[in-house]
């Protein structure tokens, strides 16, 4: 089912908490390959879609479609197994590890079984390559024995990064990779979002409209748990319902 043009879509997803609907009847479909952006003002339910789509929540109503496949029925590790990842799920990484072994343990936790204690010792240099590997990916190469707690924000970001391909996602989603961050961090994570892009389908959100505007093939704007509009960053920043929103309900975007 790999050749289908679209790695992720939703038909119709929904949840309601109580009698609030925080997403309601939302349609997406992501281009395989693409980074595609989900913003909208505070409380649009861009974080309640994400958790829709990796099935961390149970959608009320709707199916989500990953790779041609109904994954609608799926526990989040089934989801994670079939390839999509959501950053920061496993990590939130092991403060006092340092950055060789966070990326260790998750590659471990991905490989099951493969990673006893009792696997033979080439095994373990296998993963100790593997892990090096991913730390220069992210350009941690130099940090790779400092304690993750040590780390500048930017930095732990970039190893929260590294443990999710560490489970070689083929759909990555990444919830606000950017907050918090100072303007030095910024534009490296943007960077090593696009990279790390180039082989896989990346769902975003994210505040930082010039990030969105630098990474975006297509985004999605979300509006009180509904979809505004879809388009490109040109179309979507032109239009004037998105401009209203955002300025009924300022947020850091500005
Ligand atoms: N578990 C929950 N129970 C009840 N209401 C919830 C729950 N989670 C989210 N909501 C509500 O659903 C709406 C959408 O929330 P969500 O966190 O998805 O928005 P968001 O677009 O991610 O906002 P932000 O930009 O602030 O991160 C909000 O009104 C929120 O208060
Ligand atoms: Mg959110």
Known sequence: MADTEYALEARGIGKR???????????????RGAI??????????????????TKTLQPSTGKIILDGEDISRL?????????????FQISATFTDLTALQNVRVA?????????????PISSIYKLNERAEDLLEQVGLADARDMKAAELSYGKKRALEIA????????????????????????E??????????????????????????????R???????????????????????VIAAYLGGVDDAA
């Open 75 to 87: 526990r989040t590790s089934d989801v994670a197994k079939k390839g999509m990842v959501r950053s």
């Open 188 to 217: 490296p994570i943007t960077e090593l979002i696009r990279k790390v892009s180039r082989d896989r389908t990346i769902v975003i959100v994210e505040h930082n409209l010039s990030v969105v505007s630098t990474l975006s093939d």
């Open 107 to 119: 590659l471990q936790s991905s490989h099951g079984s493969a990673w006893r204690f009792w696997s």
């Open 163 to 186: 443990t999710t391909l560490a489970l070689e996602p083929k759909v990555m989603l990444l919830d606000e990779p950017t907050a918090g961050m100072g303007h030095e961090d910024i």
């Open 219 to 241: 985004i999605t704007v979300l509006q009180a748990g509904q979809v505004l509009m879809e388009g490109n960053y040109a179309e979507v920043s032109s239009d004037e319902r």
């Open 17 to 31: 908490f109580g009698e609030f609907w925080a997403v309601n009847n939302v349609d997406l479909k992501v281009r």
């Open 36 to 53: 595609h952006a989900l913003i909208g003002p505070n409380g649009a339910g861009k974080t309640t879609c994400f958790n829709l789509l």
